[in-house]
């Protein structure tokens, strides 16, 4: 992202703020509403096209303020029709984007954070280390490029129908930075995405859990990935603060906030570490009778990792067990092959090879 120190970028803003600003400007607040629907549904960032506005306005907002977006430094198209962007975020580090188009609909995978602290066992992110949380306008940037850049469906709709916050980082961990972005998503005045239809993915912050389920009402998968907690304590290191029986507390109270509402829990198959039918049985007396479904999620592998996939036909076994014991599991079908884009492989390729420019093996930053 170009930055210029003095202007206020209104990009990432949410309508309160946006109304706030243009109070300061001594305007009504329809002007945010204004605003919003050039940014996000025509995809206009320059003050002077905003037609609607009157020139003086346009004048004083092109003294004080900006709509900076991140810049894309690289798209990847593979041949399955996925597509991957990487975005500067500075210091010759990059975040990534994937979209995966599908028959019905179409998934955006956004990232929320450089790298991530959590240091989960299995991700490449994870083994990255942390660096920093994204702002608001650079999550929303994400969304932005690939609404400008994919054409629409032979209906009309928008390439993009969903948003999972599936890629780099914990989103729950950058809380205050996603609450904007999820309002934008489904606000009429921007996105207008059903709440359905936006995914928060986290591995377990609970504390958040239970202030997302009164902030914005969103879809919620828990990346829960091992029966019990020994093992999830050495899968997902924030179990330690927060077990197993403490998350799921957390998200049946969510669940019960909203109804009709169904938590996903994500579950990565990994090669005799967490892929046996007893881990099956396990699985299924923590989520039976709950309103739960389980993903299972074909390990996706990287250098340097000790983990491998389990086998397509431990995996079919698994969720055969799983639907057997009566729950909802789906296999997630892996995409993007041809150009890493798979969960847990995203990395941003730029700070890799800034790495190994380094001789270093892993970023830690000094702190979140
Ligand atoms: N931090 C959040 C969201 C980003 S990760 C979370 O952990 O939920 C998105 C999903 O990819 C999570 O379920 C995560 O556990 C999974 N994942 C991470 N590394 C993976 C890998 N190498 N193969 C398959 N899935 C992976
Ligand atoms: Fe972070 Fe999610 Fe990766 Fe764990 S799986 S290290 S929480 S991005």
């Known amino acids: 992202m170009t930055a210029s120190a003095d202007k206020l970028n209104l990009l990432g803003l949410p309508q309160g703020s946006l109304e706030q600003f243009f109070a300061e400007l001594g305007e009504k607040p329809f002007r945010a509403r204004q605003l919003m629907q050039w940014i996000y549904q025509r995809g206009e960032t320059r003050f002077s096209a905003m037609s609607d506005l009157s020139l003086k306005l346009r004048e004083k907002l092109d003294a004080c303020a900006e709509v900076r977006l991140p810049e894309t430094k690289l798209r990847q198209d593979s041949k399955d029709g996925t597509v991957k962007w990487l975005f500067a975020s500075g210091f010759g580090q990059a975040v990534e984007t994937v979209f995966i188009p599908e028959a019905t609909r179409g998934t955006l995978c956004i990232s929320s954070q450089v790298g991530c602290a959590l240091d989960c066992a299995f991700c490449a992110t994870g083994a990255q280390g942390f660096n920093r949380n994204l702002t608001s306008a650079e999550i929303i940037g994400q969304v932005w490029h690939a609404m ?3 054409p629409r469906r032979p209906n009309g709709e928008a390439a993009v129908s969903n948003i999972v916050f599936m890629g780099m980082g914990e989103p729950l961990a ?9 309002e934008l998503l489904v606000s009429d ?3 207008g995405l059903s709440r359905r239809r936006v995914t928060v993915s986290t591995s377990g912050i609970v504390s958040n859990i239970e202030k997302l389920a009164d902030d914005c009402n969103v879809a919620l998968a ?7 907690d020994e093992l999830r304590n050495r899968l997902v290191p924030i179990n330690k603060m927060h077990p197993i029986s403490e998350l799921l507390e957390s998200c049946w109270r969510y669940a019960a906030k909203h109804s009709n509402r169904f938590i996903t829990f994500e579950y990565v198959m990994l090669r005799d570490v967490n892929d ?20 299972l999620i074909p390990f996706n592998p990287f250098t340097g990792n000790e983990f491998a ?4 036909d431990t995996i079919r076994h698994f969720q055969e067990r799983l639907r057997q014991r009566g729950l909802v599991a789906t296999t997630r079908k892996t995409r993007g092959d041809d150009i890493d884009a798979a969960c847990g492989q995203l990395a941003g390729k730029v700070s890799d090879r800034v790495r190994v420019r380094l001789g270093e093996k ?7």
């Open 148 to 150: 400008q850049q994919l």
């Open 174 to 182: 950058n809380y205050k930075n996603i609450i904007p972005v999820l």
């Open 189 to 191: 005045w921007a996105y």
């Open 222 to 228: 828990v990346s829960l990935h091992a029966p019990n």
């Open 276 to 295: 046996s039918l007893q881990h099956a049985d396990e699985l299924a007396a923590l989520l039976l009778g709950k309103p739960a479904k389980v993903n």
């Open 309 to 312: 996939r389990s086998s397509a």
């Open 362 to 368: 892993k970023v830690r930053a000094a702190s979140a």
